[in-house]
């Protein structure tokens, strides 16, 4: 299923096509698109370079690593991201490697390159679903994520399936409309609340 | 000034051009061109699609408004983002709208807004550079920021300039080599610091 942005201006077409779908088929993909996606990821800008970003990761082929990586997230995610190709979860390095100081935008770099990992799966055709629901407890135990290191979200990459698949209330909302702010709601100038006149 | 990622996959190209330069020509941008930076920007994923960003902007023909943007930097950023064309801080919102509880990816989405605006801006050929240096406070009181908002980033958007024109120091750092860490250093299976063999 399709569900382009409905853009006031002209965008990307990839970021245009870039939903979240709940709806996936459930087939392996193949390594080379996953290489690719993961490189798009790995470039991302971070602060001071620093790239916090560690990736989990789990394809359907390899069925235990991808049950204990599908038990890390929410129930109602597990749901449908069985179906996923590709599940991913991420976690950040709290501190900066070259002075052991907090890195304040260690959580906002992991959206940098989860950002570069769902464009680029998009423009090679994948469905991409980021998820904040997950089992940060269950992930630092299973996995042993040392001290220092925080589990962030999931990412499921896979094949677009079919919307009837899924359970009535997902289905719903797979079928939802996509909205977005208008610009006076939030780009500001001079003063909080004050449209900057895009 | 180009300086393309050395990727060992094909990713798109967009992602391969985008980096970080300090070296920005002053010149003023079209309007068209910053609403589409704005708009690729609003259509980023958010958590239950609360769009948590917002935008303080401020485009360099607006001298007073770009001023007061500029001094929100911290004195080592102001140096070089001075010749940007268009300013913008990031603010998010720590709550949902739907129930008041708070949102664990504010600043996560944050970063995927960010990441969609450079991405389109470097589509257009434009250079970008984010900022983690700023001064929040200063932010909070300049624009009367709210409690339950709190300033992320801030983001620079102009035209590639001479890297001659900067400080010696920030022309080194202008010309040095990009690089990323191996995928065996951060994409893991099974258990933490094990490769999953990308």
């Known amino acids: 299923m399709e569900k382009p ?28 698109d996953i290489l690719t996606i993961l490189e798009a990821a790995r470039w991302a800008a971070s602060s001071f370079n620093q790239q916090p970003w560690h990736f989990l990761v789990a394809t359907r082929d390899e069925e235990e690593r991808f049950a204990q990586l599908l038990e890390c997230l929410v129930p109602g995610n597990q749901v449908w991201a069985r179906n996923a190709s590709l599940l991913i979860l991420t976690v950040t390095k709290h501190t900066f490697d070259h002075n052991n100081s907090p890195n304040s935008c260690c959580v906002h770099d992991i959206g940098l390159t989860a950002c570069q990992l769902v464009l680029q799966a998009t423009e090679l055709g994948y469905a991409t679903h980021q998820m904040a629901g997950i089992e940060a407890d269950k992930i ?59």
């Open 140 to 198: 630092r135990e299973t996995y042993g994520v040392p001290e220092g290191f925080e589990p962030v979200t999931g990412i499921a990459v896979g094949y677009a399936g079919d919307p009837d698949t899924l359970p009535d209330d997902l289905r719903e909302m797979e079928l939802g409309a996509r909205e977005r702010r208008p610009f006076d709601e939030w780009v500001f100038a001079d003063r909080w609340g004050q449209s900057a006149g895009f």
């Open 5 to 32: 942005a409905l853009a006031d201006h002209p965008i990307n077409d990839t970021m245009k096509r870039r939903w979240s779908p709940r709806a996936f088929a459930p087939r392996p993909m193949p390594r080379e």
